[in-house]
């Protein structure tokens, strides 16, 4: 196999499944144009953000994992063979390996969820062309429906908040081994949210600030959806979905309720129309990015957090 596995972008998605490329419904764009020229010009003339670029494979390749790829909020481009080389170095049993897997997972699973999003979409486009053509006189801007026939979006759900959280627990062992100064105190807080507070002195100032920020925006509801996910199973599905016309086509919204800490699904609400794909997306570009910024202080400081996990003995 050469050094390039793959050239062609067949698809670009973004947010609410929004695709453009060589798939249905599509949004339109002037033309010919690179991945980020198209993802300049409509999210210019939209106001959607791109999410996942899907790339046509040689046909000798087999690393089936590179051919998507998820754009963070920042424009970095990660796939799982990029996030793999990040870790190049560290050793198979230490924490910064167990954080690792379960970045990986997250990744997996976002990438997963934009693919789905963009296939219900299009489903649903071809379901509103239908309605349409029966019925005049239904709604050509705004459309909501009860909706349970792809579920798989909430497998994905809570497979992401299921592993972010995970990913936050690697985070408390992790900065622990790194900034911990107290050294009578062998353990971390059992929360995430206390480790960061008890280490906030000893931190390097930018990533404090990147740390304090991912928590304030996602932290505690990433720990309230997972606990509803694994004690009380209620993301199963249960919500509705809207349908919004954007350019030619219609984007997708799939509900997930507007208080992560709601157990019983007769209380949910849905007044702030949050959409399970763009917090996923969000959680997981915050995700890679600190844990860049994690590693990097791990291998400045020359911690042996890269070397065998004191747990695993």
Same mark, same amino acid.
């Given at each position: 196999?050469?050094?390039?596995?793959?050239?062609?972008?067949?698809?670009?998605?973004?947010?609410?499944?929004?695709?453009?490329?060589?798939?249905?419904?599509?949004?339109?764009?002037?033309?010919?144009?690179?991945?980020?020229?198209?993802?300049?010009?409509?999210?210019?003339?939209?106001?959607?953000?791109?999410?996942?670029?899907?790339?046509?494979?040689?046909?000798?390749? /087999?690393?089936?994992?590179?051919?998507?790829?998820?754009?963070?909020?920042?424009?970095?481009?990660?796939?799982?063979?990029?996030?793999?080389?990040?870790?190049?170095?560290?050793?198979?049993?230490?924490?910064?390996?167990?954080?690792?897997?379960?970045?990986?997972?997250?990744?997996?699973?976002?990438?997963?969820?934009?693919?789905?999003?963009?296939?219900?979409?299009?489903?649903?486009?071809?379901?509103?062309?239908?309605?349409?053509?029966?019925?005049?006189?239904?709604? /050509?801007?705004?459309?909501?429906?009860?909706?349970?026939?792809?579920?798989?979006?909430?497998?994905?759900?809570?497979?992401?908040?299921?592993?972010?959280?995970?990913?936050?627990?690697?985070?408390?062992?992790?900065?622990?081994?790194?900034?911990?100064?107290?050294?009578?105190?062998?353990?971390?807080?059992?929360?995430?949210?206390?480790?960061?507070?008890?280490?906030?002195?000893?931190?390097?100032?930018?990533?404090?600030?990147?740390?304090?920020?991912?928590?304030?925006?996602?932290?505690?509801?990433?720990?309230?959806?997972?606990?509803?996910?694994?004690?009380?199973?209620?993301?199963?599905?249960?919500?509705?979905?809207?349908?919004?016309?954007?350019?030619?086509?219609?984007?997708?919204?799939?509900?997930?309720?507007?208080?992560?800490?709601?157990?019983?699904?007769?209380?949910?609400?849905?007044?702030?129309?949050?959409?399970?794909?763009?917090?996923?997306?969000?959680?997981?570009?915050?995700?890679?990015?600190?844990?860049?910024?994690?590693?990097?202080?791990?291998?400045?400081?020359?911690?042996?957090?890269?070397?065998?996990?004191?747990?695993?003995?």
């Amino acid at each position: 196999m050469g050094a390039m596995m793959y050239t062609k972008v067949a698809n670009l998605v973004f947010e609410y499944g929004l695709d453009c490329g060589n798939v249905p419904h599509s949004l339109a764009v002037t033309g010919p144009a690179t991945p980020n020229q198209i993802a300049e010009e409509v999210t210019a003339k939209y106001g959607v953000r791109p999410l996942l670029i899907s790339y046509e494979r040689d046909k000798d390749c /087999t690393l089936l994992h590179e051919q998507d790829t998820l754009l963070t909020v920042s424009g970095l481009q990660v796939n799982l063979g990029s996030l793999e080389k990040s870790f190049i170095g560290i050793h198979t049993e230490s924490l910064l390996a167990d954080l690792h897997y379960e970045l990986a997972g997250v990744l997996f699973h976002c990438m997963a969820m934009v693919r789905l999003y963009s296939a219900a979409r299009r489903d649903l486009c071809v379901f509103m062309e239908v309605v349409q053509r029966d019925d005049p006189i239904s709604p /050509t801007t705004d459309f909501s429906l009860d909706w349970r026939g792809s579920p798989e979006v909430y497998f994905e759900f809570d497979a992401v908040v299921s592993k972010a959280k995970r990913v936050l627990d690697q985070w408390r062992l992790v900065l622990w081994e790194l900034f911990n100064k107290n050294k009578k105190a062998k353990d971390p807080p059992r929360r995430f949210w206390k480790t960061l507070q008890t280490l906030a002195s000893s931190m390097p100032e930018q990533l404090k600030k990147g740390l304090l920020e991912a928590w304030q925006s996602f932290g505690s509801d990433v720990l309230e959806y997972r606990e509803n996910v694994q004690h009380f199973g209620k993301s199963k599905g249960l919500s509705s979905c809207r349908l919004k016309r954007i350019g030619s086509t219609w984007g997708l919204t799939v509900l997930i309720p507007d208080d992560s800490k709601v157990q019983s699904d007769r209380d949910y609400k849905y007044d702030k129309k949050r959409d399970a794909l763009s917090f996923c997306w969000n959680v997981t570009s915050a995700l890679v990015l600190l844990t860049g910024e994690i590693i990097s202080a791990a291998w400045d400081s020359g911690s042996q957090l890269k070397l065998a996990n004191p747990l695993s003995k």
